[in-house]
């Protein structure tokens, strides 16, 4: 069975004493247990000190972003080796926030999958349709050219890898969380597609997290859906007594 994947991705906020708390309390307060993977994902700047407070932690430090080069001018990005070197493992890719706030586009997408898998970060790959999509009943195209976008050429070996993360765009940061219902059929459909790409067996081993306004009074109803395997989870991820609960949800 899949072990439930539980993130935070704090985005571009808190500062250097507030992270700090945040994970000091974390890594107090957080009980090791073997039923529950669980990572928080912070700003670049204070990746290092983070790692470095969650040393001996069961709890995992990704980034956000990488870049799909490896080394060179290339001002203002941070590569996936530069990551690695400072003790993450673990890198988020695809964000909608990238996607539509940055432009970022399937095939870069795809580069940065290829560049972190290659340098030995783990990835959640987001996808994740806009409410105009939804409406225009295109949720599942949008989602399955995001998918396949961002997978092109990654072989199945690599798929242990890889964590997948549905996102609706119009849940991200609303408070509007998709009803069980809603995530079941996208993550059913995102596992049948895992299955046709790959194998049965290797679909069945991959985690779909599902993202969007997740908090600690939904996180158990949304959790117990078949094909949900844990949460990416934004605002609730940047207070201890949010995204504590989250993580240690009654299964
Ligand atoms: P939210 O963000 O939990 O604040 O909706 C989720 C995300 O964007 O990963």
Not at 93 to 119: I, M, P, Q
Not at 154 to 162: F, K, L, P, Y
Not at 206 to 216: A, D, E, L, T
Request: negative net charge.
């Amino acid at each position: 069975m899949r072990t439930p994947f539980l993130a935070g991705n704090w985005k571009m906020n808190l500062d250097r004493r507030a992270a700090l708390d945040l994970v000091a309390a974390l890594r107090e307060r957080f009980a090791d247990r073997d039923d529950v993977d669980a990572a928080v994902c912070p700003p670049f700047v204070y990746l290092a000190e983070v790692v470095r407070a969650l040393d001996g932690s069961p709890i995992r430090v990704g980034a956000q972003n990488c870049c799909d080069e490896e080394s060179g001018a290339f001002t203002g990005e941070v590569s996936a080796a530069m990551l690695k070197d400072i003790g993450c493992d673990l890198v988020i890719l695809g964000h909608s926030e990238r996607r539509h706030v940055y432009g970022e586009t399937d095939e870069l997408v795809n580069r940065k999958v290829h560049r972190a898998l290659a340098t030995g970060l783990d990835v959640i790959l987001c996808v994740g349709e806009t409410l105009e999509e939804r409406e225009a009943g295109r949720t599942e195209a949008v989602v399955r050219a995001q998918l396949q976008g961002g997978l092109e050429g990654v072989d199945g070996a690599a798929m242990e890898r890889v964590t997948i993360a549905y996102e609706p765009v119009w849940a991200i940061g609303t408070g509007k969380v998709a009803t069980p219902e809603q995530a079941g059929e996208v993550h059913a459909y995102l596992r049948g597609l895992l299955t046709g790409r790959f194998s049965e067996s290797i679909a069945a081993g991959v985690r779909i997290q599902y993202g969007g306004s997740v908090k600690p009074d939904n996180v158990r109803e949304l959790m117990a859906v078949a094909d949900v395997d844990g949460a990416l989870v934004g605002g609730a991820a940047l207070t201890p007594d949010n995204f504590l609960p989250i993580l240690e949800f009654d299964r």
